[in-house]
């Protein structure tokens, strides 16, 4: 069966430090890839999609960039973080070809004071 | 373009009581319809999806939608609430481009009172 993993599932940074969260599935190949940022009120905000490996998509302009240097390996970065950046983060992978339904990871909490 | 409202940020019921959480979307195309349950600190489940064929779809947890192409519309219903039921609930659209960029709504905190 497949399985998707995130981590840290939680994190406490200060303003201007670095960000590394990692996300990886098991049991499938060739996967859509995900990252979405959940803030209170707003719903789910997709932030980069990625199709294969060293394909991203931007879906806003941001604080944020995106790398998948493996099949199953999907990383969100940032350089400096703003606190704008606070919020939870959600992984998701659907398979290759299309049928709508995606699988979330359990998510990351970030908060940046 | 794709957009869903999701009418109503909360929603309170007491356990036994009909559930009704609103969705309408907007799509040029036909639509893909979904509904996700996420409970406290976790991610999104799957409740149930519309695709193609009988536009009144069954979930998990006793959960099921109707898809109302006059309408726009594509709400879930469940006739008696538990108390294990409260959990916001998201709907999403997504059309038959090729990738599964789902367009989610703000979500619906369902509030389940004994």
């Known amino acids: 069966s497949q399985t998707i993993h995130q981590w840290p599932a939680t994190l406490v940074q200060p303003v201007g430090s670095p960000l590394s969260l990692e996300c990886t599935v098991e049991g499938t190949s060739n996967p859509n890839l995900y990252w979405y940022r959940q803030a209170a009120g707003r719903g789910l905000q997709l932030l980069f999609y990625?199709?294969?490996?060293?394909?991203i998509s931007s879906e806003v302009p941001q604080n944020l960039s995106a790398s998948r240097p493996q099949d199953r390996q999907f990383i969100l970065s940032s350089k400096k973080l703003l606190l704008s950046d606070s919020g939870f983060y959600l992984c998701a992978w659907s398979v290759g070809h299309y049928t709508g339904e995606l699988f979330f990871g359990e998510g990351s909490r970030l908060t940046v004071l | 373009a794709q957009s869903v409202t999701q009418l109503g940020s909360h929603v309170s019921v007491s356990e036994g009581a009909l559930v009704l959480l609103r969705c309408n979307y907007s799509s040029s195309v036909p639509p893909y319809l979904f509904w996700y349950v996420q409970y406290p600190n976790q991610g999104l489940q799957l409740l149930l999806k519309?695709?193609?064929?009988?536009?009144l779809v069954k979930g998990i947890n006793g959960f099921e939608a109707e898809f109302k192409k006059s309408e726009t519309s594509f709400h879930l219903t469940k006739p008696s609430a538990h108390m294990s039921d409260a959990a916001e609930y998201f709907c999403a659209v997504s059309d038959i481009s090729g990738y599964s960029t789902l367009t989610f709504g703000k979500g619906t905190m369902l509030l389940v009172s004994p």
């Open positions: 990625s199709v294969g490996i060293g394909q």
């Open positions: 519309y695709t193609t064929g009988a536009t």
